[in-house]
T-cell receptor, first 117, second 110 residues
Framework: EAGVAQSPRYKIIEKRQSVAFWCNPI?????LYWYQQILGQGPKLLIQFQNNGVVDDSQLPKDRFSAERLKGVDSTLKIQPAKLEDSAVYLCASSLGRRTVKNTEAFFGQGTRLTVV | DAKTTQPNSMESNEEEPVHLPCNHS???????IHWYRQLPSQGPEYVIH???SNVNNRMASLAIAEDRKSSTLILHRATLRDAAVYYCILIQRGYSTLTFGKGTMLLVSP
C-alpha cells in the first residue's frame, strides 16, 4: 500500500516570498490533515479536511496560509508571504476518517522542511 | 480536548523493557487513548490505542489504569530503533482530530 506522498522534501525561500506544498493521501482516505512542526515541538494541527470540506482550521493563520483539497483527494498548502517564523516541517497525514476508532489511525508523510531566510 | 502530561525524556538500555507513562486526569468516558511515535526525521506513526482494557500488538502493550486517569506504554524489549519521541493523545469517540503535546523523548543506549 502506498503511503502519504509529499513534495517537495525541502524548500528554502526568502521572507515575503510564497511557497506551496503538495500532498497525495492514501487512496480512499477521507480525512486529510496538515500539521506544522517547529524544531523541538510536537506537530501543531493547521487544518483538517473531511473529503473536500474543512473540519477544523482554527489554528491556520488565515492572513498568510491557505489550503485546499479539490475533489477530496490531493491537497495543497500555501504560504504567502512567508515569514522567518514559518520555518518548520510541514506534515501531511490522512486517515479513513469514518466514525469508528480503528479508522482514525492517521498515516503521515515524511514532511516538507521549509527554511525561510 | 482533554490534556495529557508526559515526562520530557526517558532513558533505557537496549533489550530492556521500557515503561512510558502518561497522565490524563481529565479524561472523559468517551476518550480513547492513542499513542504515536516519531522517529528522527520521520512523520509520526501510530503505535497503539485503547479505551479501558489493556491492549497488546506487535509493537507494544498499553496498560490503562482502572480509573483511566493514567496509562503506560510498554515496550517489552527496547531496541536502538525505538529511540523516538512518544506522544500520548486523547481522541473523543466519533472524532478524528489528533492534538499532539510535547511527548517523551526516549533515548536507548547499546
Amino acid at each position: 500500500e502506498a503511503g502519504v506522498a509529499q513534495s517537495p522534501r525541502y524548500k528554502i525561500i526568502e521572507k515575503r516570498q510564497s511557497v506551496a506544498f503538495w500532498c497525495n493521501p492514501i487512496s480512499g482516505h477521507a480525512t486529510l490533515y496538515w500539521y506544522q512542526q517547529i524544531l523541538g515541538q510536537g506537530p501543531k494541527l493547521l487544518i483538517q479536511f473531511q473529503n473536500n470540506g474543512v473540519v477544523d482550521d482554527s489554528q491556520l493563520p488565515k492572513d498568510r496560509f491557505s489550503a485546499e483539497r479539490l475533489k477530496g483527494v490531493d491537497s495543497t498548502l500555501k504560504i504567502q508571504p512567508a515569514k522567518l517564523e514559518d520555518s518548520a516541517v510541514y506534515l501531511c497525514a490522512s486517515s479513513l476518517g469514518r466514525r469508528t476508532v480503528k479508522n482514525t489511525e492517521a498515516f503521515f508523510g515524511q514532511g516538507t522542511r521549509l527554511t525561510v531566510v | 480536548d482533554a490534556k495529557t502530561t508526559q515526562p520530557n525524556s526517558m532513558e533505557s538500555n537496549e533489550e530492556e523493557p521500557v515503561h512510558l507513562p502518561c497522565n490524563h486526569s481529565t479524561i472523559s468516558g468517551t476518550d480513547y487513548i492513542h499513542w504515536y511515535r516519531q522517529l528522527p526525521s520521520q512523520g509520526p506513526e501510530y503505535v497503539i490505542h485503547g479505551l479501558t482494557s489493556n491492549v497488546n500488538n506487535r509493537m507494544a502493550s498499553l496498560a490503562i489504569a482502572e480509573d483511566r486517569k493514567s496509562s503506560t506504554l510498554i515496550l517489552h524489549r527496547a531496541t536502538l530503533r525505538d529511540a523516538a519521541v512518544y506522544y500520548c493523545i486523547l481522541i473523543q469517540r466519533g472524532y478524528s482530530t489528533l492534538t499532539f503535546g510535547k511527548g517523551t523523548m526516549l533515548l536507548v543506549s547499546p
